[in-house]
């Protein structure tokens, strides 16, 4: 049987998985990206139970099939974005679609449906929120940022920067500096 858990994927996460699986006597196969599998058939009682427990740690057991599925897209994309210190040999839509194991534009009707916005345009706002990131870490150059990002240049990077944020990289990271200066000045 599997249940789903709404987390994102760090071993505390999965100790605290773990732990609270054991408190109610309930014995895992595997704990996943938000996917716990157990060996078990679980009672109403156990599920309810662990559904507490977990939402007392900041997790939550998910019911809805739509959700689960849609939170399974995110997770793969934030992860491919902010964690990922590789490239995905596929395009993103290849990637995601291998990740989740669903057919593309089966996520991406459904993504759109739930979301509001399209699974490109969820994938650009993580972009463009890394390279804010990167932009404030100031060790890389935005050519740089581009290249990590997978952008084809600089320049498509500052466009899609400059529509999203109304703001250059360059004047976002002159706010930044003049901040932190306003900042020494308290």
């Known amino acids: 049987m599997k249940l789903y ?3 994102m994927v760090s071993l505390r996460c999965k100790m605290l998985v773990k732990e609270e699986l054991e408190k109610i006597g309930l014995h895992y196969v595997t ?5 716990i599998e157990i060996f078990d058939n679980i009672t109403a ?3 309810e139970q662990l559904k507490i427990n977990l939402l007392k740690s900041g997790l939550e057991l998910m019911d809805n099939k739509k959700q689960i599925l849609i939170d399974k897209i995110k997770t ?9 210190k590789e490239e995905p040999v596929e395009n993103y839509s290849d990637y995601i679609s291998k990740e989740v194991g669903k057919d593309y534009n089966y996520l991406s009707d459904i993504f ?8 490109q345009q969820f ?17 890389l150059n935005i050519s740089e940022i581009a290249h990590k990002l997978h952008y084809s240049s600089a320049a498509h990077l500052s466009n899609q ?26």
């Open 5 to 7: 858990i709404k987390y």
């Open 31 to 35: 704990v996943e990206l938000g996917t």
């Open 45 to 47: 009682e156990q599920r």
């Open 76 to 84: 793969v994309i934030i992860e491919m974005i902010h964690y990922s």
């Open 112 to 119: 759109s449906e739930v979301k509001g916005v399209t699974i």
């Open 123 to 139: 994938i650009i706002m993580h972009k463009i929120e890394r390279a804010k990131e990167l932009i404030l870490y100031d060790e």
């Open 161 to 186: 920067f400059k529509k999203i944020t109304g703001l250059t990289p360059s004047f976002f990271k002159k706010l930044k500096k003049k901040r932190l200066v306003n900042l020494e000045d308290l």
